[in-house]
């Protein structure tokens, strides 16, 4: 096995970099892409590792931009991996290591497709990398931290590809121009806690909770559109009770989720669930926290170019697509830019034996290249 993108894929495995830490991936990229004629700049924040590289013409044009993360999602227990996880191996023509799909392997394609533009063209405008190592993590001192830096500077990206492994069955059958919302609550009801013999001493709160979240779940918020799935609300967790079976809890604790389109906000949101609330009497005090609120990009030229570079390439169609978790995409998209998130298959990604195709390694730096081109960086 060899080529630059398979090379440079497995040098950034090798380095594990467990979220935040970027364990040195970000400082081979920079060297590489500071010999292909990059400035670097570093906006490294409470422990995190974020990288900023511009390439600029002496002719105007669109600055586009490339956007990742080196950091990744713990390994667990090297012992279950057929192979160590942060030594790259080839086995049945797949690459494996923790990274190998989400997402070492788009770096490395970008990085290359941004050398093999600028060692035969001459371009316009300006391509950039946005790199952070807080994408797995909390992701407050990542993108999110350099957006607001870039912002104040009046940094103002036209394009922007995210290398989100977004593929499901083939490489390039899915990008995604859009992802919903993601609203978290920590939702706590109060109650008097007590012997369950005598209740009316008491103040049960799962009694409370029970009728406001059978209803708060059964709401039917919107019918999603063109571009959405509809809204929904999951509960992942539900605490109450000092697990002794005759004593009734003092408070029960649940936390929910909304993953929601743009026929909402988190504010409306926050507001409706707080009047369901209200309206059964509970007595009680929420939390939320907001991972992002929804953002698309319709039909235009990014989402014509992605669609173009993917067929080129690999001779078969791309579907656009807002589903799934969400990305860094939710920090760019509001600098005002159009955001498209293209990358490898899915399947394995955050799984015990990650891998990727081989053959696709190329294949995605071919696309990413296609882009560049399309995008009028080439004069």
Request: aromatic letters at 6%.
């Amino acid at each position: 096995m060899s080529g630059p993108v398979f090379q440079l894929t497995c040098d950034l495995i090798r380095r594990p970099s467990v979220t935040p830490d970027d364990a040195g991936c970000q400082e081979l990229i920079a060297s590489r892409l500071s010999s292909a004629g990059f400035s670097v700049t570093r906006y490294d924040a409470q422990g995190v590792s974020n990288l900023w590289c511009t390439c600029t013409s002496d002719k105007p044009g669109p600055l586009v931009m490339f956007a990742g993360h080196t950091d990744v999602v713990p390994p667990g227990d090297p012992r279950s991996w057929r192979s160590p996880p942060f030594e790259p191996e080839v086995r049945d023509g797949r690459l494996y290591g923790r990274g190998a799909a989400d997402m070492k392997s788009s770096l490395a394609a970008m990085v290359v497709a941004a050398e093999r533009l600028l060692n035969v063209h001459r371009t316009s405008g300006t391509i950039a990398f946005l790199i952070t190592s807080d994408e797995e993590g909390d992701a407050l001192h990542g993108t999110r931290h350099v957006v607001e830096q870039l912002t104040k500077q009046n940094v103002q990206p036209r394009f922007c590809v995210v290398g989100e492994p977004t593929s499901n069955a083939r490489l390039g059958d899915v990008a995604r121009n859009g992802r919903r919302g993601s609203l978290n609550a920590r939702l706590r009801v109060l109650g008097t806690q007590g012997h369950v013999a005598y209740a009316h001493l008491a103040d049960n709160p799962a009694h409370a909770l029970a009728p406001a979240l059978a209803e708060l779940v059964a709401i039917k918020w919107d019918e999603g559109d063109e571009y959405y799935p509809p809204t929904g609300l999951q509960v992942s967790n539900v605490h109450g009770g000092t697990g002794a079976s005759n004593v009734i809890p003092g408070e029960m604790e649940v936390r929910f989720n909304f993953r929601y389109n743009t026929q909402h906000t988190a504010a409306s949101l926050q507001d409706a669930v707080c009047t369901l609330l209200d309206r059964h009497g509970l007595r009680y005090d929420i939390e939320w926290q907001l991972s992002g609120e929804p953002f698309i990009t319709q039909s235009g030229r990014l989402i014509r170019t992605v669609q173009e570079a993917v067929r080129a390439v690999t001779g078969q169609p791309c579907v656009m697509s807002t589903a799934g978790g969400t990305s860094d995409g939710r920090f760019i998209a509001p600098m005002g830019c159009d955001v498209v998130e293209l990358g490898h298959v899915n399947q394995s990604i955050h799984k015990i034996d990650e891998n990727v195709a081989v053959h696709d390694l190329e294949d995605l730096s071919a696309i990413y290249l296609h882009i560049l081109r399309m995008l009028g960086s080439v004069s």
